[in-house]
C-alpha cells in the first residue's frame, strides 16, 4: 500500500528531479502543483503560503526532502520540516542531483537541510537521515530510490515516534 507523503523541495531547479520522484509509485505524495498554481498562492503572501503548506501536510505519515543543489537553507524547506515535525510526521532528505532534469543535466550535491533546525537542543541533522542514492548514472539513482524510498520514509516514521 503506497504511503502518504508530502514532497518538499525546491521548485524551480528541482521540480522534474521531483517529478521522476513521484512517478515511481511507491509512494503516494502531495498534488502536484503547476507554475500558476504556485504564483496564485505565492500571491497570497506567507499567509497563504502556510496555510497551503498546512494543507498539504494533512493526513500524511512522512515529508520527504527532495535535495538539490540550493534545497537546504531555503526558507520554506526548513518552514515545512519543521511543520512536519511539529506534526509528528517522519521527516527524511534525499539527494536527488544526479537525477538529469529536463536539460539531461545533473547539478551539485546540495547541503544537509536538517542542519540548523534543532529538537530541544539536539540537531534535527543528528536524529534524521539524509540518502545520498548510489549509482553512476541517472537510471541508477532513480533506480536506487525506487529500492530504497519506502524503507526510509518506514525508517523516518520509526525514528519521529521515539520523540515526544
Known amino acids: 500500500m503506497a504511503r502518504k507523503t508530502f514532497f518538499s523541495f525546491h521548485y524551480a531547479p528541482d521540480n522534474w528531479r521531483a517529478s521522476q520522484v513521484r512517478n515511481i509509485g511507491a509512494i503516494e505524495g502531495n498534488a ?37 543543489e540550493n534545497t537546504a537553507g531555503r526558507k520554506w524547506i526548513t518552514y515545512e520540516i519543521k511543520e512536519s515535525w511539529k506534526a509528528k510526521l517522519g521527516v527524511v532528505a ?52 525506487g529500492k530504497s524510498i519506502e524503507a526510509w520514509v518506514d525508517e523516518a516514521i520509526r525514528i519521529r515516534s521515539n520523540f515526544s
Open 32 to 68: 502536484a502543483l503547476s507554475d500558476n498554481d504556485w504564483e496564485a498562492v505565492k500571491k497570497g503572501g506567507d499567509p497563504a503560503i502556510q496555510q497551503w503548506i498546512a494543507g498539504q501536510l494533512k493526513g500524511r505519515i512522512c515529508t520527504i526532502v527532495l535535495v538539490g
Open 94 to 145: 534525499v539527494r536527488i542531483h544526479n537525477l538529469k532534469n529536463q536539460d539531461s543535466l545533473k547539478s551539485k550535491a546540495g547541503g544537509n537541510p536538517f542542519e540548523g533546525i534543532t529538537v530541544g537542543a539536539t540537531p534535527l541533522s543528528s536524529i534524521a537521515k539524509l540518502y545520498n542514492p548510489l549509482g553512476a548514472t541517472s537510471a541508477d539513482v532513480y533506480n536506487s530510490i
